[in-house]
């Protein structure tokens, strides 16, 4: 799904703009017991109570595409064989009301996932879109729909101990100690089945949501859609196997210009992305990093060695989201001694020197410099 297809989405979660029936919830607590479970009719609900509902599910299809929803891909194998795909599509095909499939999922969520002392929620809810047909002017034409899309959303929400507070009485007008109870707080992780592709139906995907791209969950990814790839690496080890990656294929040549021109290439194709205002995801292939380095003076042999770790490590037609392999927001240089931080835009006003035999980093200096505040000048020798 790009930016606009999940958009398209979103906005169904919205008081009185969805084909929601009931929300279906589990309460778990730490010891992986269920407590209580519902299924609660939006259309008994108070528009208060929907919106909240309806406010934490739509929050599965926020954040970063690469980072935090990530796509899950089913092979054919996969869609004709697994149990796990069978209990998705049946969980769609009945809008959720096949109790036997709910409790198949919510038996394999609750052992792959764990909050420490805090219970949890599990909330799930279905939808079916009757997807409006868009012209060449990208204008819905709401009496001319092409599909109805069903799909169904489950998410995962710790629920947080309850707070004292004081709040004020009206009858003796004072303050009194009051309880909030216990508070279900935003998804820390959840799906959406099936995706939304080119505006339609797409079972051999689900999108995975996560709060906090360096916990991926992976035995919940593991236990519940059981795919036949590898389960996705987080934005942070993507980060740090590509940093590997780069520093023991390039080795001497791996050089502080080299490293600068890199991330100022991957920088400047985000800004164009963005500027385009192109709905796709943007990603890197293992060979247009390799022109990336080639641009930045990387010798052949240099960018073939790391072409073939790249392929080992991430697999042949890995493709990898540039925000998550470069720090994009910060030009960040460290040595044993000192840290030094530039805004990317800036990152070509340092240079290396080598001068009388010793290694330096050059930052230039003009007006405005300060110590702790203070105003100083720079002497000349």
């Not at 108070?46 to 990530?70: A, D, M």
């Not at 809008?95 to 969520?109: G, N, P, S, T, Y």
């Not at 003009?366 to 720079?378: A, F, L, P």
């Amino acid at each position: 799904m790009n930016k606009k297809e999940i958009s398209e989405i979103k906005r169904r979660f919205k008081f009185d703009y969805n084909a929601i029936g009931v929300i279906y919830g589990y309460y778990i607590n730490s010891n992986k017991d269920i407590i209580s479970s519902f299924d609660t009719s939006l259309g008994l609900m108070e528009q208060s109570e929907t919106e909240i509902f309806l406010s934490v599910l739509k929050k599965t299809l926020s954040g970063t595409l690469g980072k935090n929803l990530i796509d899950i891909e089913f092979s054919t194998s996969d869609v004709e064989n697994k149990e796990e795909h069978k209990m998705l599509m049946k969980l769609k095909d009945t809008c959720l009301r096949d109790e036997e499939a709910r409790m198949q999922l919510v038996e394999k969520i609750i052992p792959s996932v764990s909050f420490g002392d805090d219970n949890y929620l599990i909330l799930m809810a279905a939808d079916a879109y009757d997807v409006p047909y868009r012209d060449g002017n990208l204008e819905d034409l709401a009496d001319a729909g092409s599909e109805v899309f069903q799909y169904f959303i489950c998410c995962v929400c710790p629920v947080k101990p309850a707070k004292l507070k004081l709040q004020y009485n009206n009858d003796d007008g004072e303050f009194h100690s009051t309880s909030t109870g216990q508070i279900a707080a935003s998804p820390e992780l959840g799906f959406m089945f099936p995706t939304f592709d080119d505006r339609s139906s797409n079972i051999y995907n689900a999108l995975y949501y996560v709060h906090k791209p360096a916990e991926m969950y992976d035995e919940f990814i593991d236990t519940v859609f059981n795919a036949e790839p590898e389960t996705p690496m987080s934005a942070p080890v993507q980060r740090a196997v590509f940093q590997d990656t780069i520093a023991e294929s390039l080795e001497e040549e791996c050089s502080f210009d080299t490293i600068k021109v890199m991330n100022n290439e991957i920088r400047n194709a985000i800004e164009i992305h963005k500027e385009e205002k192109n709905p796709e995801k943007l990603e890197l292939s293992v060979d247009e990093v390799g022109s990336l380095l080639s641009r930045s003076g990387v010798a052949k042999e240099k960018i073939d060695n790391f072409k073939e770790s790249y392929t080992e490590k991430f697999g042949e037609s890995a493709m990898l989201t540039p925000d998550n392999i470069v720090e994009t927001k910060k030009f960040k240089v460290e040595t044993p001694e000192i840290t030094i931080n530039v805004a990317p835009e800036n990152a070509f006003l340092l240079k290396t020197r080598i001068i009388d035999g010793s290694k330096y980093i050059l930052v230039p200096a003009g007006e405005g410099v300060q110590i702790n505040g203070i105003d100083v000048t720079i002497a000349e020798d």
